[in-house]
């Protein structure tokens, strides 16, 4: 069984770098599997960040692409996500999933990143 | 790329059905045959339900089902049990925009 844990500070100032990484068990990163990254402003629905595919192919959600850089650390096996220059509308609950082509059986729980000063 | 519409709501009876619709675009649900949708229970992580707009991954019971129809998907859930109470997102494959969410449907058991 896949499990996934996001983990990162929780707290992250304007115009800062907000880094997430998330911890893969069950599978090995280097899997014929899509890696992906999801948030949820307070409130809202839910938003697709970007994914990366195990032979290195990257696909970022356009209104984010300027911002975002999704990377994959096989010795560690996780993957991370990194949002430059944050504002308070990059506050939101950051999870990471993984699955097969267009679907994702597996989550991570979440982890809430706030940008505040 | 904008999110795709849901009931904010639906609610039924135990054993009861009920239907949440998930309208798009022909650039997203229209176009394609890769709709998700997800069952969430506040405080845990989201759970696969439905695949490639009717496929239902195993251990998933059979009393959920989807469909498509144009640019508005579905997911039914027949015999509602308490269980089946949570939120529920649909998910479109949207090519060059990656993918789209619903605004999600609250699913209460009465």
Known sequence: ?117 | QSALTQPRSVSGSPGQSVTISCTGTSSDVGAYNYVSWYQHHPGKAPKLMIYDVSQRPSGVPDRFSGSKSGDTASLTISGLQVEDEADYYCCSYAGMYGYVFGSETRVTVL
């Open chain 1, 1 to 117: 069984q896949v499990q996934l844990q996001e983990s990162g500070p929780g707290l992250v100032k304007p115009s800062g770098t907000l880094t997430l990484t998330c911890a893969v068990s069950g599978d090995s990163i280097s899997s014929s599997n899509w890696w992906s990254w999801v948030r949820q402003p307070p409130g809202k629905g839910l938003e697709w960040i970007g994914e990366i595919y195990y032979r290195g192919l990257i696909n970022y959600n356009p209104s984010l692409k300027s911002r975002v850089t999704i990377s994959t650390d096989k010795s560690k096996n996780e993957f991370s996500l990194t949002v430059n220059s944050v504002t308070a509308a990059d506050t939101a609950v950051y999870r990471c999933a993984s699955g097969d082509f267009y679907q994702w059986p597996y989550w991570g729980q979440g982890t809430l990143v706030t940008v505040s000063s």
